[in-house]
């Protein structure tokens, strides 16, 4: 009995070294970005629900006033109802609202200010794992792997830095790539902060060890 007990031990401490190793070779297939990937292109906020927008028409301040963008990504003001904002430029907004208003006012002229962002859900980066606050983040122009950390309050004691990954979305295909949070975080190295894009999704697995 204590023969086939002890058999037994060792299939299950093999299955687990055997799961725990297909698992990190998996991870380690993940590529690093290139410098190529790593590079940002231009970029122009768009709106979200969740969003705070101020809309100025000049001349006209009894229409004019501040408002949330709704779940269903529209707004209502006096003399426009159910317009949709969401995933447009403050510039797009403005002239949208400027085509609704010149039903009842001659040549409105429009200005649209955002002043709590967001952003569409597309647009924002969301962490999952072992973050000290897991939870989805605007993107800011310029951001970077460093500033999310900070953002999540780091990593947990329990995440498997080096093997924790970012999923980018590269010419209509998701993709996965590999980054290094502890080379970044406990050993300073700066070549290991990459640049965030609008939509990553940084994903931090538990150690096993």
């Not at 410098?35 to 292109?41: C, L, N």
């Not at 963008?69 to 317009?83: A, H, W």
Request: glycine share 6%; charged share 20%.
């Amino acid at each position: 009995m204590k023969t086939f007990l002890m058999n037994i031990a060792r299939i299950k401490q093999y299955i687990f070294i055997s799961t725990v190793f297909l698992l990190l070779s998996g991870c380690a297939s993940h590529p690093l970005l290139t410098d190529d990937e790593k590079k940002v292109a231009s970029w122009d906020y768009l709106i979200g629900p969740g969003d705070n927008i101020n809309i100025i028409v000049w001349r006209n301040p009894e229409i004019s006033m501040s408002v949330p963008v709704r779940p269903d990504g529209k707004i209502t003001t006096p003399l426009v109802e159910d317009l949709p904002a969401s995933g447009k430029t403050a510039t797009q907004l403005a002239r949208d609202i400027e085509e609704t208003l010149s039903k009842y006012i001659q040549e409105p002229v429009v200005t649209v200010v955002v002043t709590e962002f967001v952003g569409p859900y597309s647009e924002q980066i969301r962490v999952v794992g072992e973050a000290t606050r897991p939870q989805a983040l605007p993107y800011r122009e310029n951001m970077t792997l460093m500033d999310v950390l900070i953002a999540v309050g780091g990593i947990t004691d329990f995440a498997s830095g080096n093997r924790a990954s970012i999923i980018r979305v590269i010419g209509g295909e998701q993709r996965q790539f590999r980054v290094r949070l502890n080379d970044l975080i406990r050993d300073g190295d700066i070549s290991a902060n990459v640049p965030m894009k609008q939509g990553d999704i940084l994903v931090i697995p538990e150690s096993f060890f």
